[in-house]
């Protein structure tokens, strides 16, 4: 590992970008992106053209972190399915907020727009 930062260096990738290839590195970098924008209250700009969806208040998108990014498989979200999305992405909450009944967005769900990704649901999650 320790010739990880100096590969990574010379190659001129990001860590996500040799963990998760190119495609994944954006889906993690356009949900940073959203994250930041929501717990602003900016984030319709993300949201594809003809879905309404309720982003909630700013305070549940405060401190999340984008996780693993995964091509979208309908067997594991069969609810998502007919919106026809390509990634999928899980977020995590902050320890700090880690505490039962917290609600927050726990899955993102993306589809390929013309200009990169546009957010076409959220999976709210609970904590246990």
Same mark, same amino acid.
């Given at each position: 590992?320790?010739?990880? @930062?100096?590969?990574?260096? =010379? ?16 889906? #993690?970098?356009?949900?940073? *992106?959203? #994250?930041?924008?929501?717990?602003? &209250? /900016? ?12 982003? *909630? +208040?700013? /305070?549940?998108? +405060? &401190?999340?972190?984008?996780?693993? @990014?995964? *091509? ?5 979200? @069969?609810?998502?399915?007919?919106? /026809? ?11 700090? *907020? ?6 927050? @967005?726990?899955? =993102? ?12 649901? #959220? ?6």
């Amino acid at each position: 590992m320790a010739g990880l @930062p100096a590969a990574i260096a =010379l190659s001129g990738c990001s860590v996500d970008t040799l963990l998760w290839g190119t495609d994944g590195a954006e889906v #993690i970098k356009t949900t940073e *992106r959203l #994250i930041e924008a929501a717990a602003a &209250g /900016d984030a319709d700009q993300f949201v594809c053209t003809g879905h309404d969806m309720d982003l *909630r +208040a700013t /305070d549940v998108w +405060a &401190g999340l972190s984008a996780e693993e @990014p995964e *091509r979208f498989v309908a067997k594991y979200w @069969p609810d998502q399915a007919p919106l /026809d999305p390509a990634w999928s992405i899980n977020l995590s909450l902050p320890p700090d *907020r880690v505490a039962s009944g917290v609600e927050y @967005p726990g899955d =993102l769900f993306y589809r390929q727009a013309g200009d990169g990704l546009c957010l076409v649901d #959220i999976a709210w999650a609970s904590v246990e």
